[in-house]
Protein backbone atom coordinates (compact mmCIF):
# COMPACT_ATOMS: atom_id res chain seq x y z
CA UNK A 1 0.00 0.00 0.00
CA UNK A 2 2.79 2.33 -0.72
CA UNK A 3 1.11 4.59 -3.20
CA UNK A 4 3.80 6.79 -4.84
CA UNK A 5 7.42 6.74 -3.42
CA UNK A 6 10.36 8.83 -4.30
CA UNK A 7 14.29 8.31 -3.93
CA UNK A 8 16.38 9.59 -2.64
CA UNK A 9 14.53 11.54 -0.01
CA UNK A 10 17.70 13.68 0.39
CA UNK A 11 20.68 14.22 -1.55
CA UNK A 12 23.46 16.58 -1.91
CA UNK A 13 25.50 16.68 -5.14
CA UNK A 14 28.30 19.06 -7.13
CA UNK A 15 27.81 21.00 -10.13
CA UNK A 16 28.02 19.54 -12.63
CA UNK A 17 27.06 16.15 -12.27
CA UNK A 18 24.60 14.12 -13.50
CA UNK A 19 21.23 13.37 -10.89
CA UNK A 20 18.33 10.78 -10.95
CA UNK A 21 15.87 11.13 -9.04
CA UNK A 22 13.27 8.35 -8.97
CA UNK A 23 9.27 8.83 -8.51
CA UNK A 24 7.25 5.42 -8.66
CA UNK A 25 3.55 4.72 -8.34
CA UNK A 26 1.66 1.57 -7.18
CA UNK A 27 -2.21 3.32 -8.42
CA UNK A 28 -1.56 2.78 -12.30
CA UNK A 29 -2.54 6.36 -12.42
CA UNK A 30 -1.80 7.11 -16.52
CA UNK A 31 -0.83 10.80 -15.33
CA UNK A 32 2.40 11.63 -13.61
CA UNK A 33 4.08 14.83 -12.88
CA UNK A 34 7.52 16.08 -11.73
CA UNK A 35 7.30 19.53 -9.79
CA UNK A 36 10.22 21.39 -7.84
CA UNK A 37 9.01 23.66 -5.01
CA UNK A 38 11.12 26.92 -3.74
CA UNK A 39 10.34 30.29 -1.60
CA UNK A 40 8.80 32.29 -3.37
CA UNK A 41 7.93 30.32 -6.33
CA UNK A 42 5.21 27.88 -5.07
CA UNK A 43 4.78 24.54 -7.14
CA UNK A 44 6.03 24.67 -10.57
CA UNK A 45 5.70 21.58 -13.19
CA UNK A 46 8.59 21.07 -14.95
CA UNK A 47 7.28 17.73 -16.94
CA UNK A 48 4.45 15.59 -16.93
CA UNK A 49 3.14 12.38 -18.77
CA UNK A 50 0.19 11.24 -20.02
CA UNK A 51 1.02 7.10 -20.17
CA UNK A 52 4.00 4.85 -20.81
CA UNK A 53 6.53 6.66 -23.36
CA UNK A 54 4.37 10.03 -23.55
CA UNK A 55 6.34 12.86 -21.82
CA UNK A 56 5.62 16.73 -22.34
CA UNK A 57 7.09 20.23 -20.61
CA UNK A 58 5.96 22.14 -18.14
CA UNK A 59 6.77 25.33 -17.04
CA UNK A 60 10.32 25.20 -16.11
CA UNK A 61 11.50 22.13 -18.47
CA UNK A 62 15.54 23.57 -18.81
CA UNK A 63 18.23 21.04 -17.37
CA UNK A 64 15.92 18.22 -17.09
CA UNK A 65 14.82 14.86 -18.89
CA UNK A 66 12.47 12.74 -18.08
CA UNK A 67 11.54 9.01 -19.17
CA UNK A 68 8.46 6.81 -18.98
CA UNK A 69 9.17 3.19 -20.29
CA UNK A 70 6.95 1.76 -17.73
CA UNK A 71 3.40 3.06 -16.47
CA UNK A 72 4.67 2.91 -12.85
CA UNK A 73 8.07 4.70 -12.66
CA UNK A 74 8.70 8.54 -13.86
CA UNK A 75 12.27 9.26 -13.56
CA UNK A 76 13.87 12.62 -13.62
CA UNK A 77 17.54 13.21 -14.43
CA UNK A 78 19.37 16.49 -14.07
CA UNK A 79 22.09 15.90 -16.68
CA UNK A 80 24.42 18.39 -15.24
CA UNK A 81 23.19 19.93 -11.62
CA UNK A 82 23.37 23.46 -11.12
CA UNK A 83 23.62 25.81 -7.94
CA UNK A 84 19.64 26.96 -9.01
CA UNK A 85 18.68 23.32 -9.35
CA UNK A 86 18.69 23.18 -5.54
CA UNK A 87 15.23 23.04 -4.31
CA UNK A 88 12.55 20.24 -3.16
CA UNK A 89 11.44 17.93 -6.17
CA UNK A 90 8.03 16.57 -6.00
CA UNK A 91 7.00 13.59 -8.16
CA UNK A 92 2.76 13.24 -8.28
CA UNK A 93 0.13 10.97 -10.17
CA UNK A 94 -3.46 11.99 -10.85
CA UNK A 95 -6.80 10.27 -11.55
CA UNK A 96 -9.82 12.11 -12.46
CA UNK A 97 -7.71 15.04 -12.34
CA UNK A 98 -6.85 14.86 -8.63
CA UNK A 99 -3.20 14.97 -7.84
CA UNK A 100 -1.79 12.57 -5.41
CA UNK A 101 2.26 13.86 -4.53
CA UNK A 102 4.88 11.73 -3.22
CA UNK A 103 6.61 12.78 -0.66
CA UNK A 104 9.52 15.01 -2.09
CA UNK A 105 13.30 14.89 -3.01
CA UNK A 106 15.64 17.11 -1.10
CA UNK A 107 18.57 17.86 -3.45
CA UNK A 108 21.14 20.37 -2.69
CA UNK A 109 23.65 21.36 -5.34
CA UNK A 110 26.57 22.43 -4.16
CA UNK B 1 -0.21 38.60 -13.84
CA UNK B 2 0.52 35.30 -12.08
CA UNK B 3 -1.88 32.51 -13.35
CA UNK B 4 -2.91 31.71 -9.62
CA UNK B 5 -2.64 34.30 -6.92
CA UNK B 6 -2.99 33.88 -3.12
CA UNK B 7 -2.46 35.97 0.20
CA UNK B 8 0.65 34.25 1.65
CA UNK B 9 -0.58 35.42 4.82
CA UNK B 10 0.34 34.77 7.39
CA UNK B 11 -3.12 34.32 8.67
CA UNK B 12 -2.86 34.38 12.09
CA UNK B 13 -5.94 33.33 14.59
CA UNK B 14 -7.40 32.06 17.56
CA UNK B 15 -8.38 28.58 18.01
CA UNK B 16 -12.31 28.66 17.33
CA UNK B 17 -12.13 31.80 14.65
CA UNK B 18 -13.21 31.28 10.99
CA UNK B 19 -10.89 32.43 8.07
CA UNK B 20 -11.44 32.45 4.84
CA UNK B 21 -8.86 32.41 2.26
CA UNK B 22 -9.21 33.33 -1.51
CA UNK B 23 -7.44 31.92 -4.49
CA UNK B 24 -7.81 34.61 -8.08
CA UNK B 25 -7.03 32.72 -11.40
CA UNK B 26 -6.48 34.47 -14.77
CA UNK B 27 -7.63 32.10 -17.31
CA UNK B 28 -11.55 31.95 -17.94
CA UNK B 29 -11.68 28.64 -19.08
CA UNK B 30 -10.09 26.74 -16.16
CA UNK B 31 -11.72 23.75 -16.01
CA UNK B 32 -11.31 22.75 -12.30
CA UNK B 33 -10.42 23.30 -9.11
CA UNK B 34 -8.91 22.60 -6.12
CA UNK B 35 -7.53 22.87 -2.28
CA UNK B 36 -4.59 21.07 -1.01
CA UNK B 37 -2.93 21.19 2.04
CA UNK B 38 0.74 21.16 3.32
CA UNK B 39 2.81 20.99 6.12
CA UNK B 40 5.99 21.98 6.57
CA UNK B 41 8.43 20.07 5.09
CA UNK B 42 5.70 17.28 3.77
CA UNK B 43 3.85 16.89 0.23
CA UNK B 44 1.14 18.66 -0.47
CA UNK B 45 -2.32 16.65 -0.15
CA UNK B 46 -5.69 17.37 -1.41
CA UNK B 47 -7.76 18.80 0.72
CA UNK B 48 -10.80 19.27 -1.57
CA UNK B 49 -12.09 19.49 -5.05
CA UNK B 50 -14.20 22.65 -5.29
CA UNK B 51 -17.29 22.42 -7.57
CA UNK B 52 -19.29 24.72 -8.66
CA UNK B 53 -22.05 24.66 -6.76
CA UNK B 54 -19.93 25.04 -3.84
CA UNK B 55 -19.16 21.86 -1.57
CA UNK B 56 -18.53 21.29 2.67
CA UNK B 57 -16.66 18.84 3.90
CA UNK B 58 -17.40 19.21 7.90
CA UNK B 59 -15.68 22.64 8.82
CA UNK B 60 -14.34 23.32 5.52
CA UNK B 61 -16.39 24.60 2.93
CA UNK B 62 -15.12 25.59 -0.45
CA UNK B 63 -16.79 27.86 -2.89
CA UNK B 64 -16.28 28.94 -6.37
CA UNK B 65 -16.73 32.15 -8.36
CA UNK B 66 -16.44 32.04 -11.91
CA UNK B 67 -17.91 35.63 -12.80
CA UNK B 68 -15.03 37.19 -10.16
CA UNK B 69 -12.54 33.79 -11.37
CA UNK B 70 -11.97 33.07 -7.82
CA UNK B 71 -12.17 29.82 -5.06
CA UNK B 72 -12.37 30.54 -1.72
CA UNK B 73 -11.67 27.93 1.18
CA UNK B 74 -13.43 28.30 4.55
CA UNK B 75 -12.59 26.97 7.63
CA UNK B 76 -14.79 27.24 10.98
CA UNK B 77 -14.04 26.66 14.32
CA UNK B 78 -10.04 26.37 13.49
CA UNK B 79 -7.88 23.71 15.43
CA UNK B 80 -4.42 24.23 16.30
CA UNK B 81 -4.16 20.89 13.82
CA UNK B 82 -5.20 23.13 11.24
CA UNK B 83 -2.12 25.15 11.29
CA UNK B 84 -0.40 24.55 7.91
CA UNK B 85 -0.31 26.13 4.04
CA UNK B 86 -3.17 26.26 1.88
CA UNK B 87 -2.43 26.30 -1.71
CA UNK B 88 -5.08 26.61 -4.17
CA UNK B 89 -4.52 24.71 -7.95
CA UNK B 90 -6.44 24.84 -11.10
CA UNK B 91 -6.45 22.72 -13.87
CA UNK B 92 -5.82 24.33 -17.47
CA UNK B 93 -4.71 20.88 -18.99
CA UNK B 94 -2.24 20.37 -16.36
CA UNK B 95 -2.51 21.89 -12.10
CA UNK B 96 -1.24 24.92 -11.77
CA UNK B 97 -0.76 25.79 -8.03
CA UNK B 98 -1.17 29.36 -6.11
CA UNK B 99 2.25 29.67 -3.80
CA UNK B 100 0.39 28.83 -0.92
CA UNK B 101 -1.66 31.19 2.19
CA UNK B 102 -0.02 29.80 5.85
CA UNK B 103 -2.41 29.42 8.72
CA UNK B 104 -1.45 29.86 12.49
CA UNK B 105 -3.78 28.53 14.55
CA UNK B 106 -2.90 30.02 17.87
CA UNK B 107 -4.02 28.90 21.51
Known amino acids: DAGITQSPRYKITETGRQVTLMCHQT?????MFWYRQDLGHGLRLIYYSAAADITDKGEVPDGYVVSRSKTENFPLTLESATRSQTSVYFC?????????FGPGTRLTVL | RKEVEQDPGPFNVPEGATVAFNCTYSNSASQSFFWYRQDCRKEPKLLMS???SGNEDGRFTAQLNRASQYISLLIRDSKLSDSATYLCAVNLGALTFGSGTRLQVQP
Open chain 2, 50 to 52: VYS
Open chain 1, 27 to 31: WSHSY
Open chain 1, 92 to 100: ASSVDNEQF
